[in-house]
């Protein structure tokens, strides 16, 4: 089966894909994301998928699970992860539109991840119309919360890698047409600090600013960044009354590291800033956080494969490790094959400027396509 031959349609697939774009889908509205996945289960449905739904936890959307038809079915076979959450509020539609501007299209969520999702479900539509049987049976699972590092459904993911060969994840593609071999591990933290309060007007001196502890703390924080570590402060909130001296502060930060003993040490050093000065308590605790990936020769097998098609594509397949972490941390820590960054190519991801490169849809399709069929 030759990937080249299939009719994909980049018309057909904008179209497609324009209906999930502009059904928005924040992570930290549940409703929005059961909206999304809602498109996505009916899509796969009427590809003739089984489909599970899985129901959510800790505030979150649930996850679908979609099983295609195959010989092998219950066999260890593919399995595509993909996320629906994206970190563009609901409204974001109407300062980012979907638009076309020559080779790029605009849209939420459009680059990470929903172009790569979508393209995925394509090639898996392209195989089935040209009535070719994949060795391997395929599953997809969608999930809600990897843009907060994946709380609430790394079980569910590394449970349904457990019992597959190999992990396909379609997030956003290298803008060399590169795909992720591994990934950075990253850890994230909560910041609190506690004060004590006075009227700011009547009795400034007599508090204690929980939001001047915390800005110094920031300011510490952003220090300790190294070419082995980085860290920085991404959410704050204090404060209640500006006549009163704020009590309380609190924040996230993010640390991020290419080898996990690097990270490792930088959690303790985050962890060690706990301790109270001047009358104001500053607390950290450990989020969650996504291990190191290293590629190992299961993952490297799977990237030949795919460089393989790659060729027969006529295109060149670049691979690397690469920050800013995803699901494939999980699998491919694991030990389980795992190549990632298979979706489109695009820029500025969670911004107002996201965008993909509406050629890479087709490209990508039938890379994926390939992959689905070669893989045994």
């Given at each position: 089966?030759?990937?080249?031959?299939?009719?994909?349609?980049?018309?057909?697939?904008?179209?497609?894909?324009?209906?999930?774009?502009?059904?928005?889908?924040?992570?930290?509205?549940?409703?929005?994301?059961?909206?999304?996945?809602?498109?996505?289960?009916?899509?796969?449905?009427?590809?003739?998928?089984?489909?599970?739904?899985?129901?959510?936890?800790?505030?979150?959307?649930?996850?679908?699970?979609?099983?295609?038809?195959?010989?092998?079915?219950?066999?260890?076979?593919?399995?595509?992860?993909?996320?629906?959450?994206?970190?563009?509020?609901?409204?974001?539609?109407?300062?980012?539109?979907?638009?076309?501007?020559?080779?790029?299209?605009?849209?939420?969520?459009?680059?990470?991840?929903?172009?790569?999702?979508?393209?995925?479900?394509?090639?898996?539509?392209?195989?089935?119309?040209?009535?070719?049987?994949?060795?391997?049976?395929?599953?997809?699972?969608?999930?809600?919360?990897?843009?907060?590092?994946?709380?609430?459904?790394?079980?569910?993911?590394?449970?349904?890698?457990?019992?597959?060969?190999?992990?396909?994840?379609?997030?956003?593609?290298?803008?060399?047409?590169?795909?992720?071999?591994?990934?950075?591990?990253?850890?994230?933290?909560?910041?609190?600090?506690?004060?004590?309060?006075?009227?700011?007007?009547?009795?400034?001196?007599?508090?204690?600013?929980?939001?001047?502890?915390?800005?110094?703390?920031?300011?510490?924080?952003?220090?300790?960044?190294?070419?082995?570590?980085?860290?920085?402060?991404?959410?704050?909130?204090?404060?209640?009354?500006?006549?009163?001296?704020?009590?309380?502060?609190?924040?996230?930060?993010?640390?991020?590291?290419?080898?996990?003993?690097?990270?490792?040490?930088?959690?303790?050093?985050?962890?060690?800033?706990?301790?109270t000065t001047n009358d104001v308590t500053f607390k950290v605790t450990r989020g969650v956080t996504r291990?190191?990936?290293?590629?190992?020769?299961?993952?490297?097998?799977?990237?030949?494969?795919?460089?393989?098609?790659?060729?027969?594509?006529?295109?060149?397949?670049?691979?690397?490790?690469?920050?800013?972490g995803s699901d494939g941390n999980f699998t491919g820590a694991l030990g389980i094959p795992t190549l990632?960054?298979?979706?489109?190519?695009?820029?500025?991801?969670?911004?107002?400027?996201?965008?993909?490169?509406?050629?890479?849809?087709?490209?990508?399709?039938?890379?994926?396509?390939?992959?689905?069929?070669?893989?045994?």
């Amino acid at each position: 089966m030759n990937p080249a031959n299939l009719p994909f349609d980049v018309e057909a697939m904008l179209q497609g894909l324009r209906g999930w774009v502009e059904c928005e889908s924040p992570t930290w509205d549940a409703l929005a994301v059961e909206s999304m996945l809602d498109l996505a289960a009916r899509d796969m449905a009427i590809m003739g998928a089984t489909i599970e739904r899985i129901t959510g936890r800790q505030g979150f959307a649930g996850c679908v699970r979609a099983r295609f038809p195959h010989p092998k079915q219950g066999e260890p076979g593919i399995l595509i992860a993909g996320h629906f959450d994206t970190v563009h509020p609901v409204g974001t539609i109407a300062k980012l539109p979907w638009r076309r501007e020559g080779n790029k299209c605009y849209g939420p969520g459009i680059f990470d991840m929903k172009g790569g999702n979508y393209l995925s479900l394509e090639a898996i539509r392209q195989l089935t119309r040209a009535s070719f049987t994949t060795p391997l049976p395929i599953t997809v699972l969608f999930t809600p919360d990897e843009e907060v590092g994946t709380p609430s459904t790394r079980d569910i993911i590394e449970a349904e890698a457990l019992r597959n060969k190999y992990v396909l994840v379609p997030e956003p593609g290298r803008p060399d047409n590169g795909v992720v071999t591994g990934r950075y591990a990253i850890a994230r933290f909560n910041l609190e600090a506690t004060g004590r309060p006075s009227h700011a007007g009547a009795r400034l001196s007599a508090g204690r600013s929980a939001i001047r502890e915390m800005a110094r703390q920031i300011l510490v924080i952003d220090d300790m960044t190294t070419e082995d570590c980085t860290f920085s402060v991404g959410i704050v909130h204090g404060g209640q009354w500006v006549n009163c001296v704020a009590t309380t502060c609190t924040g996230e930060a993010l640390s991020m590291a290419k080898r996990q003993e690097d990270l490792d040490h930088g959690v303790e050093r985050m962890l060690a800033l706990s301790g109270t000065t001047n009358d104001v308590t500053f607390k950290v605790t450990r989020g969650v956080t996504r291990p190191v990936w290293e590629p190992d020769s299961g993952t490297m097998s799977l990237y030949d494969t795919a460089r393989g098609v790659a060729e027969q594509l006529g295109m060149k397949l670049p691979h690397g490790s690469a920050g800013g972490g995803s699901d494939g941390n999980f699998t491919g820590a694991l030990g389980i094959p795992t190549l990632d960054g298979l979706g489109v190519r695009g820029a500025d991801a969670h911004t107002l400027n996201e965008h993909i490169e509406i050629d890479s849809l087709v490209e990508r399709g039938r890379l994926m396509a390939g992959l689905l069929a070669t893989l045994e």
